[in-house]
C-alpha cells in the first residue's frame, strides 16, 4: 500500500524524555488501527470471538481471527476510565493510577532464589513467596506489590492462587497476581471478597489487580482472554500488557515495533470494554528488543527504556494508566 509524504510533520531531532512527536504518536495510532481492522488478531477461544462479535467486529471462525473496526477500538479506548485505583488492605497504601503519577513495584515473576540464609540458588517456595511480600511490604519506595516468584512447591494448577494468598497475608498492599484462568480470577476474587466485605466492596477498593500478556504477534490465547472477560463481568481492574520483541515477534524498527505492541494491548482492551463498558484498565508493557547472541528479552537495555517511554505517552494519548517495565 503506498503512502504519500507527508507535508508539515513534526519530528524529534535527538533524544529527550518524549521520544516521539505528536505526528509520530498519530501514526502509531493509525497504523494499528489499520492492522486492527485490515490483519485482525488471532482468537483461541470460543467465548471472546462471540462477544467480539457481538460487538460489530468481524469474525473468521474457521481461522479465528478477528479484524475490529475502527470505530469500535476507538469507541472501546473513550469507554475506558483515565483514572484506576489499587488498594491495599491497609488503606494508607491505597494507590490511584492516573496520568502524571509515578509509582514502583518489584518485578515479576522469579523463577529461582538465592536463600539469604544458606547461599542457595534454588526453586522458590511459598515461604519464599511471603517473605518477599514481608520485604515489600516495608519497603517505602514500593507502592505495590507483584508476585515476585513462582512457588514450586505447590500444585502448578493452583499456584496463582497459592500465592495471591500468601501475598494478601505478608502486605498491606496492593496485590497483583498470576492468574491465567477464569478459575484463578474467581477464587482470588473471593479470597479479597472475605477481606473487605463483598463483592461490591472489592469493586470499590479492589485489594487485588490482574494482568495479562498476548502473544506476539497478534495472538490473544485463552488464559489471556479467560482473565479479560471474568474480571471484567468483575468489574475489576485489569492490566494488558504486551511482551514483544523486536527483531523476533515483533518488527526490527522501533516503530513497527510499537504498532504490533499497540494493536495487541488494544485489542485486549477492545475485549474487555466490550464485556462490560467502563471497566478499569491499563496499558501495560514488558515490550523490549531480542539480545541475538542469546536469544532472550534484553530487559534493561536501552531499547526498553526507549520502547517503555514510547508506551507511556501512547497511553497518555488514549488518556489511561501506564504499567511499564523499568531499566
Same mark, same amino acid.
Given at each position: ?22 505526528? !509520530?504518536?498519530? @501514526? ?14 488471532? +482468537?483461541?477461544? %470460543? ?25 469500535? +477500538?476507538? %469507541? ?17 497504601? !491505597?494507590? +490511584? ?10 518485578? !515479576? ?5 538465592? %536463600? ?13 513467596? /511471603? ?18 516468584? /513462582?512457588?514450586? @512447591? ?43 466485605? /463483598?463483592? %461490591? ?21 485463552? !488464559? ?56 478499569? +484498565? ?46
Amino acid at each position: 500500500m503506498k503512502r504519500n509524504p507527508q507535508a508539515g510533520a513534526v519530528r524529534n531531532s535527538g533524544l529527550r524524555f518524549e521520544v516521539l512527536s505528536q505526528t !509520530d504518536l498519530d @501514526d502509531v495510532h493509525l497504523a494499528t488501527l489499520e492492522v486492527l481492522e485490515r490483519t485482525g488478531v488471532f +482468537v483461541e477461544d %470460543d467465548e471472546p470471538l462471540d462477544i467480539y462479535a457481538d460487538g460489530g467486529c468481524r469474525v473468521d471462525r474457521e481461522r479465528r481471527v478477528v479484524q475490529i473496526p475502527a470505530h469500535i +477500538v476507538e %469507541d472501546a479506548i473513550r469507554s475506558a476510565p483515565p483514572i484506576n485505583y489499587q488498594c491495599g488492605r491497609d488503606p494508607r497504601h !491505597d494507590l +490511584v493510577l492516573e496520568a502524571g503519577r509515578v509509582a514502583f513495584c518489584n518485578f !515479576d515473576e522469579g523463577i529461582k532464589v538465592l %536463600d539469604p540464609f544458606s547461599g542457595e540458588h534454588r526453586d522458590p517456595t511459598i515461604e519464599d513467596v /511471603g517473605r518477599i511480600a514481608r520485604l515489600v511490604d516495608a519497603l517505602d519506595g514500593m507502592a505495590t506489590y507483584e508476585s515476585a516468584v /513462582g512457588a514450586h @512447591d505447590v500444585p502448578g494448577e493452583t499456584a496463582p492462587i497459592h500465592q495471591a494468598e500468601a501475598g494478601l497475608l505478608n502486605t498491606g498492599k496492593s496485590v497483583g497476581t498470576e492468574a491465567v484462568s477464569a478459575f484463578h480470577v474467581r477464587r482470588i476474587a473471593e479470597m479479597a471478597e472475605l477481606i473487605v466485605g /463483598g463483592a %461490591d466492596e472489592l469493586r470499590e477498593r479492589p485489594i487485588v489487580g490482574f494482568g495479562v500478556c498476548p502473544v506476539s504477534p497478534l495472538q490473544l490465547p485463552r !488464559d489471556a482472554t479467560e482473565v479479560i472477560i471474568e474480571t471484567a463481568r468483575r468489574g475489576l481492574p485489569d492490566t494488558v500488557l504486551s511482551m514483544a520483541m523486536a527483531a523476533a515477534s515483533a518488527p526490527v524498527t522501533l516503530a513497527g515495533t510499537l504498532v504490533i505492541h499497540n494493536a495487541e494491548v488494544l485489542a485486549g482492551i477492545t475485549l474487555a470494554q466490550l464485556t462490560e463498558r467502563g471497566v478499569p +484498565v491499563t496499558y501495560g508493557s514488558s515490550t523490549t528488543a531480542i539480545d541475538l547472541r542469546l536469544a532472550a528479552a534484553s530487559v534493561g537495555s536501552p531499547e526498553l527504556a526507549l520502547i517503555s517511554a514510547a508506551c507511556v505517552q501512547l497511553s497518555r494519548r488514549y488518556m489511561l494508566p501506564s504499567f511499564v517495565a523499568g531499566t
